[in-house]
Structures are given as C-alpha cells and as structure tokens.
C-alpha cells in the first residue's frame, strides 16, 4: 500500500507543477497589470545634477575639466601592449623595489622579503584625461588622470625569525593623479634623459590582502587602518615636490655637456699665395669647431699683405675632445663677389696635451683629402698656438639642475666683469610680408652677432648662443635683438625686412644670474622671441 501511494504521490506531483507552468504563463502573456506606465525618457540637459550623478557616477575628466584633453588613442595603446608592459613594469618595479627593501627590512629584524609572483593581471589602467603643460625650460610636464581596477596576482613572501609567510595582494585599485616630467629634452633617441614622477594629491588605494588564504581586510579595523597607512607612506614619498627620478640616459653623453675650453691664438701667415691679379690679397682666418652649430669666429681682414701679423685670440667651448677638431680656413678678403679660399687645415683637438700651449705651423692644403693631387701645390703656412684646458672635476656639472646653474667664465676674464651669454632660442608667429626666412641680429655695445638664417618658417629655431666679454658688468645697460628676413632670390626689391625687435634690460640677468623669458616683439602683430641671457664671473 506504502508503495502505491508513494507511485500516485509523484505522479500527483509532476502533473501539478506542469498545470502550474501552463497557466502561468498564459496569464503572464494574456493578462498586463493596468497600474504599470511607461516610463518618461528625457533629454539629459533637462535632468537634475543628483539624477546625472545617479546615471553617470564616473563622468570622464574632460568632460568636467577643459583643461584636460581625451586620450583615447593612449588607452586603445595599452589595451593592445598591456601583456608586454606587464613583464616590462613588473621587472622594472623588482628592480627599484629590491634596494628599498634591503634598505628597510634590518630595522624590523625580518631576515628576507622576496616576490614569489608578480604580475599585474590582463586588465590595463585607464586615463581618463590628460593636462600638458608647456613651459620656457627643456623639459615636458603631463598629468594625466589614471585609474585602475585590476586583477594582479602579487605574492610576497616573508621569513623572520626561521618562520615564512606568505601574503597575497589581490582586486587592486589605484586612483591617481601624478605628474610625469620628461626633463631635460635632447637631441638623442628617446629625446629626454629622465623621467621625474610625483603624486600632486593623496592616491585612493584598494586592494584585498590574504595571509596563508585568510582574508585579513576582513577582520574589523584592519582594513581602514592599512588604507590609510599606504596612502600615507606612498605621499610620504611621492607626494609633490617629492619627486621619483627614473634615468633613461646617460646625461653627459646625451646633453653633450661642456668638458673644457680651447684658447686659440691666430699668430701669423708665412708666404701666401695671392689671389688677386692686380696687387696683394687681403687675408683673414675663419675659425670653426666641428660637431659644433655655433657660427665662425673670424680675425681681422689685413690688406694687401702676404705675411699677415694677427695675434688675435680666441675661446672655444669643448664638448667631445676626443672627435672635435678645430678647422681653419685663410680667405682673400674681396669688396665685391664671394671671398675666395687661400688654404685650410685641421687640428683634431685629441693630438693637444691637456694645460701645455703647444705652437703649431700648419701647411695650407686646398682640401682634407689626402689624396688630392692639388694639395701637392704650396699655398703658404699658417702659425697658431693653441691651449686645451680641461674642467677639473669640481668645476663638471653634475645633474640636470647644472644647466639651469650659470657656469663660471673662462680664465682670462676681467676681475671686475664678466662674460654675457646670449642663447638665442627661437621665435613664433614671425611673419614678412614678401618672405619668411627668419634670423636674429644681436646689437650690443657696437658689437653685432647674427644667427642663421631659416628659411620659409615663421616659427623658427636657432638655439644658438654668443659671448660678450666685458670689464664691468652692464647693470645699466639695454641688449639690442631684432628679427630679420633676407630674400633667397638675388634681386634689388626687398631684400630685407624687420619682423620685430626688442630692447632687453640687463639689470635682472646681474642681479638673478639668468633669465629665460619670452619676449613680444615691437612691430610685430604676434611674434614672440625666447631669448636665455646668462652673466657668468669668475
């Protein structure tokens, strides 16, 4: 009996929940409730600002800061390289953690911290925004608005007193807002030498901690207390201007840093050649470093003369010894049409002794090339005595910060004065009206340098510096620099024009050592000229 009834239970059973399914769902298709409304869908722009942060909690910087400009392009970018910049930043972040560690763990008596595993797991950060800011110094300044929930797998283990624990750290989440500096900018591959980052507010830091697959966050008070230990540290030691400096290169080969100075003294000529058909030529040296973008030093021009006398001396700044050489060139000075070459040569700057002045009678070749027939022809001797004086190990420059740091002037400077040094940056928003090839003409004390011109740019760049040697320092004095355009076509119709000057004070650059401002340029409707003045003593 036990067992029909039992039979008939589960066939009652089965019947019953398959009526219920069957009507069930006919009243769900053919029976609405006459209470439900449709719902009002209205413009955003209408909404409140508590329905907006309702809809839309994670509003995008940009959106709320025009400040900021979307990187869209940079997130897709890590999205793609994420597993290679996974093992790159994970090894990377061994490599700094690795001293720290060592550095701290014998003040808390722990024998050993080492990574059993480390990896960042398969969802990158995201930027939300970025804010560029441009200034006058060799460098590039970001902040970007980083936030990132990822999924890593770091485990530590720790041994202390002969035990080992092992804590995992799990469900990390960092919100934050560094500044990244790329400073200073060169002329070497990747462009900058280091890279400086700061936090410019507290980071928000979350993340699940496991001990031997307890999870600790989940013990009362532990959780808070931790989160606002590691923020607290992190801001101890990142927190602006706190800075970290990652280096990318070698500083003194990339920015090519001044290592010493050559003093050359242009003696005499000895049996040139003349040049002209009708009397004596008219000598002059042109002097010049290779590897180096400064313009010529010249001598005088001695007319009529084929046993010229000069004694005029000149300074040199050295930057690679070892592949440098000075090149001289003697040219017949001419009133009209191209100066005509009377001979050359070459002194690599490796064959000098260091602090000796060495006197030297170099053979006037027509060309460097050895085996050219023509240099077989005499064209006369040149005499120079040159000394190479090499910066003493105090006197090199040591970091970035140098070359914000005036240098100190070469040897041979007045006692009371000083040497004036005009880097000539670059301009923007020159513009001619018949044509744009762009050069600065420094007036200073009678005295006039020039820059190369750049041809068709109305935004051109020079970064080309001169030197002013002067007895007393010129406190009370204007700097005369104004930016011309020449014509590139042979023609008696504009074949210069201004496109601005300016008369720059020089009380601040005595006073403040250096200065690097951009200045309007007077009859000008836009340009500006970026000039860095420096007074350098002894």
């Known amino acids: 009996m036990g067992f029909f009834s039992t039979i008939l239970g589960f066939c009652g059973f089965g019947v019953g929940v398959s009526l219920g399914l069957v009507v069930g769902y006919y009243l769900f298709i053919y029976f609405q409730p006459d209470d439900v409304k449709d719902p009002i869908i209205r413009p955003l722009v209408e909404q409140d600002t508590e329905t907006l942060q309702r809809l839309l909690p994670e509003i995008p910087i940009w959106v709320k800061n025009p400040d900021y400009d979307r990187v869209d392009w940079l997130n897709m970018f890590l999205r793609h390289m994420w597993p290679y910049l996974d093992k790159a930043i994970c090894k990377t972040a061994k490599n700094i953690a690795k001293p720290i560690i060592a550095e701290q763990i014998p003040k808390y008596k ?91 507010e507290k980071p928000h830091i979350d993340f699940g901690l496991k001990l031997v697959g307890a999870d600790l966050m989940s013990i009362p008070g532990l959780y808070r207390f931790a989160q606002e230990l590691i923020k607290d540290q992190v801001a101890s030691m990142y927190l602006w201007p706190k800075t970290l400096e990652i280096p990318i290169l070698d500083l003194s080969k990339a920015m090519r840093r001044p290592v010493g100075i050559l003093h050359v003294k242009v003696l005499r000529a000895i049996k040139l050649k003349k040049k002209d058909f009708l009397g004596a030529s008219d000598p002059y040296v042109k002097l010049k470093l290779t590897e180096d973008k400064l313009p010529s030093k010249k001598t005088t021009v001695k007319h009529r003369n084929l046993n010229p006398e000069w004694n005029e001396e000149f300074n040199f700044v050295i930057r690679e010894p070892e592949s440098q050489a000075l090149q001289l060139n003697v040219y017949d000075w001419e009133q009209v049409g191209k100066h005509e070459k009377m001979g050359m040569n ?166 403040n050592k250096r200065i690097n401002e951009k200045y309007h340029l007077i009859d000008s409707k836009n340009g500006r000229i970026q000039i860095e003045l420096q007074w350098r003593t002894s």
């Not at 624990?165 to 070497?188: C, E, G, N």
């Not at 050219?372 to 005499?383: F, I």
């Open 110 to 200: 722990i024998d050993s911290v080492e990574f059993e595993k480390l990896t960042l797991g398969t969802l990158p950060p995201t930027f939300q925004g970025m804010k560029v800011y441009v200034t006058d110094e060799k460098e590039l300044i970001m902040e970007p608005s980083l936030k990132w929930a990822g999924n890593p797998d770091i485990t530590v283990a720790v041994k202390a007193f002969g035990l080992k624990a092992t804590v995992q750290v799990v469900d990390l989440q960092v919100f934050a807002s560094p500044r990244i500096t790329l400073k200073p900018l060169v002329y070497s591959f990747p462009c900058f030498a280091k890279i400086f980052v700061s936090l410019m």
């Open 346 to 511: 070459v002194i690599p700057l490796k064959d000098l002794p260091p602090d000796e002045p060495k006197e030297m009678t170099l053979n006037l070749l027509k060309t460097m090339d050895p085996n050219d027939p023509l240099n077989d022809k005499s064209r006369g001797q040149l005499v120079v005595e040159l000394t190479y004086k090499p910066f003493k190990e105090e006197e090199m420059p040591k970091g970035f910060e140098e070359s914000n740091v005036v240098q100190k002037a070469p040897e041979g400077t007045p006692a009371g004065g000083g040497m004036l040094a005009v880097i000539v940056h670059e301009a923007e928003d020159v513009e001619g009206k018949h044509h744009n090839n762009p050069y600065a003409r420094i007036l200073f004390r009678g005295e006039e340098k020039k820059t190369k011109p750049v041809k068709k740019n109305r935004n051109p760049r020079w970064e080309e510096e001169f030197h002013f040697t002067l007895d007393e320092p010129p406190t009370n004095e204007k700097m005369h620099i104004e930016v011309l355009s020449v014509s590139s076509r042979i023609g008696l119709l504009h074949p210069k024009e201004s496109l601005g000057y300016v008369d720059i004070s020089l009380a601040d650059v005595v006073s």
